[in-house]
């Protein structure tokens, strides 16, 4: 009999609808749209945390959306005179509350869970070779939060019974959202709110590191949250009076007690580094994280042909290893470079590109004159590095022409930063061989310092 009910409501309801627009809606976002959730590390589709942090970020609009999804179902009795005749039969309430709440519950966990899963075939059939455990509770708690705000929205609409209800409830749903959001673009996530308010949020900023994740205690606090709200919506369905609807408050005030004491109070401890997955992967002296393990091979002998060449050209001051980098910082931040080590960072999309000899060729440059500034796909900060690398790997590899590493920008800065690179290749050529070995000495001194790369090879100071 529940059976037969569950599937009219299923058929004949708004809910297929809230399906619709979940998993519709979703796909068209992420792929009508060209951005940075397709590119880098972080690609939506490239690794499981990714993939799980990317689809979580929608619920910016999809959680509003299931708020008000909820409180037009909810207007159901009133809006066809039925709720006194419903009232007056024998069934308990909470059974005819149960099965709409059920069904429109349903639709929206299949909704999302199919663009889970449709996300997660894609990361299955990528080169990864990396399944982390943290991934599953991220996506389960973004059900549990469109499930909780569609049930809460049903329970305010059976108490607000008014045309105005679903809208305005969208509105402060989205407000709220807003004003709860946190982000990641610094080292440390951040955001309008005080640390633990802000976790009350269903949303998550999109990653903007492979390495970061959501920290245990948050995924609990929140789970304490939603289930105090989703208690709260069905007790206002099944409430009758002012005493009992009153007493419905009570599983939302619960649920955000405890999960404010359970939510973490500091930033550093709300996204946190994974640390099975920046564990290092090696094959001698070159290392990758164990969530990049898989182009460890194709990284690899071109790390050791760098390093080779690099010891040729500084001898005993030549870095001893190449390794990914995995220290968190702002955008723009400086990276944090060492002597001894050729750090890589993954998502450079010069690196990202790059294969065989032209690998080399990069890390060579790295190792010579590492870019202070970033440069990501959420940053272009070390493009202006790249003239001063191209002359000191040519220099390293025995060209007799300086080769970029990329190919030069047709802009008027640009082309003034490549015409000083020439330059600076040809006073440098013209040099003793052993003039030529302390100018490229300079250049790795300025590099790691943070300074001008190009300013030692011209015999200026550098800054």
Not at 282 to 292: A, H, L, Y
Request: proline residues 7%; charged residues 15%; contains cysteine.
């Amino acid at each position: 009999m529940n059976g037969r009910v569950l599937r009219t409501e299923l058929r004949r309801s708004v809910a297929p609808w809230a399906a619709l627009v979940v998993l519709g809606g979703s796909l068209a976002v992420l792929y009508a749209i060209e951005g940075l959730w397709w590119r880098g590390t972080t690609a939506w589709t490239s690794q499981w945390t990714s993939m799980a942090l990317t689809t979580r970020s929608l619920l910016a609009y999809l959680w509003p959306l299931s708020v008000g999804f909820g409180a037009v179902y909810g207007l159901r009795d009133s809006r066809s005179r039925m709720a006194e005749l419903l009232a007056s039969t024998p069934s308990p309430a909470w059974r005819r509350a149960a099965l709409p709440a059920g069904a429109l519950a349903l639709a929206l966990a299949s909704g999302f869970g199919l663009l889970v899963l449709w996300g997660g075939s894609q990361v299955a059939l990528g080169d990864t070779g990396y399944l982390p455990a943290g991934w599953l509770p991220i996506s389960l708690v973004a059900v549990l939060a469109l499930v909780a705000g569609a049930v809460f929205g049903m329970g305010v609409a059976r108490v607000l019974p008014s045309v105005l209800t679903p809208p305005l409830l969208v509105v402060a749903s989205l407000m709220a959202v807003m004003f709860l959001r946190q982000t990641t673009d610094s080292a440390l996530p951040s955001g309008a709110a005080p640390n633990r308010l802000s976790q009350l949020s269903p949303v998550t900023d999109m990653p903007r590191e492979l390495l970061l994740t959501l920290s245990g205690a948050v995924d609990l606090g929140q789970t304490l949250w939603f289930l105090g709200l989703l208690g709260t919506g069905f007790a206002l369905l099944t409430a009758s009076t002012p005493r009992t609807r009153l007493l419905a408050l009570a599983p939302v005030l619960a649920g955000a007690a405890a999960a404010l004491l359970v939510l973490p109070a500091e930033p550093r401890d709300t996204f946190v580094v994974d640390a099975a997955a920046a564990a290092p992967v090696c094959d001698g002296p070159v290392c990758v994280t164990r969530v990049n393990g898989a182009r460890l091979p194709e990284i690899a002998p071109y790390g050791k042909e760098a390093l080779r060449v690099l010891h040729d050209v500084l001898g005993d001051q030549a870095p001893a290893s190449v390794r990914e980098e995995t220290a968190l910082r702002a955008v723009g931040d400086d990276r944090r470079l060492a002597a001894d080590v050729v750090l890589v960072d993954l998502d450079d999309p010069l690196i990202a590109r790059a294969t065989g000899a032209e690998l080399t060729r990069l890390l060579v440059a790295q190792g010579l004159a590492p870019n202070c500034r970033p440069r990501t796909i959420w940053e272009g900060g070390g493009l202006n590095a790249v003239p001063a690398q191209s002359v000191v790997a040519s220099w390293a590899l025995g060209d007799q022409q300086l080769k970029p590493l990329q190919t030069p920008e047709a802009d008027p800065y640009a082309q003034r930063e490549w015409a000083g690179a020439e330059a600076a290749w040809q006073k440098l050529k013209a040099l003793p061989q052993a003039e030529q070995r302390s100018r490229i000495a300079q250049v790795r001194a300025a590099a790691l310092a943070c300074g001008t790369e190009l300013a030692p090879l011209t015999g200026e100071a550098s800054r």
